[in-house]
């Protein structure tokens, strides 16, 4: 469905534009900005799983592998895991399979997606935390990149606020939300997380380049913890979290402190009873000799 938003960003200097959530059609069909952002992310994800896998000695052919099941499932995952936060809403099967408009949670995605590496994993032979090292600073890389695709759409965005970096915006969310035409001044949210997400990654590349990582499934732990500390914060200032039923606990704030405290409290404990099991490096088989 075609949104049409106008943005502003005063307190940067940035005068009043217009964002389109469609970014061209083929055959009729739309393709949205919000799909191609995702797609791109998921390239450079995968992009960036084969630079650090080759590093242990993981093939590119491997990454491959990994992505071609990974991928398709951690997708169903992550539209399952919104879809039944808000059965309400959808009534019939193509109601549940039409991810056009968006309704994918990360949650979801990394469920399935995690659930799937360590599937392949034990299948390939592979250690799993090893791999985890290499996958989740590519898989924040990928959210900071798809977070601009709500930014196309002109949603997840925040509470009305006056703060310097505050997003002017205009389009039929707004009015659902704040129940006025005019525009409205919001935390860009999006733009929150995307840019504490890419700070992740990078902060997490640096450690693993220069102090280097530990034991396997370090970097794994920095990436989940710093992640769950963002969202714990960012989600509280949104206007369209999922809620718990019956409560007013936002699903993604309370699953992403629970995150935090786990991968904060690993860490520490690993630093202090250091492990002494040697970092995983996969060997080439030998060919047997004729």
Sequence with gaps: MLRISNI????????????????????????????????????????????????????SEDVIDYAIFVIPIGIIGARLYYVLTELENYHSFIDVINIR??????????????????????????????????????????QGIGRWGNFMNGEAFGGQTDIFCRM???????????????????????????????????????????LHKKYDGELFLMIFGWYGLGRMFIEGLRTDSLYIPGTELRISQVLAAVIFVICAA????????????????????????K
């Design 8 to 59: 502003s960003f005063p307190g940067f200097g940035i005068g009043e534009f217009s964002v389109e959530s469609v970014a061209f059609e083929i055959f009729g069909v739309s393709i949205a900005w919000y799909a191609l952002l995702i797609t791109f992310g998921m390239v450079l994800c995968v992009a960036y799983v084969i630079y650090m896998a080759r590093k242990i000695g993981i093939t």
């Design 101 to 142: 408009n968006g309704g994918l949670a990360i949650y979801g995605g990394i469920i399935a997606g995690g659930l799937t590496v360590l599937v392949v994993s034990y299948i390939k032979k592979i250690n799993f935390l090893a791999f985890a090292d290499c996958v989740a600073p590519g898989v924040l890389l990928a």
């Design 168 to 210: 002017g915006l205009q389009n039929t969310l707004t009015l659902s939300t704040f129940g006025t035409t005019e525009m409205v001044y919001v935390h860009p949210t999006f733009l929150y997380e995307s840019l504490w997400n890419l700070l992740g990654v990078l902060l997490v590349y640096l450690y693993w380049k220069f």
């Design 266 to 289: 690993l860490i520490t404990y690993f630093a202090i009873k250091k492990p002494n099991k040697p970092l995983y490096y996969r060997e080439k088989p030998k060919k047997s000799k």
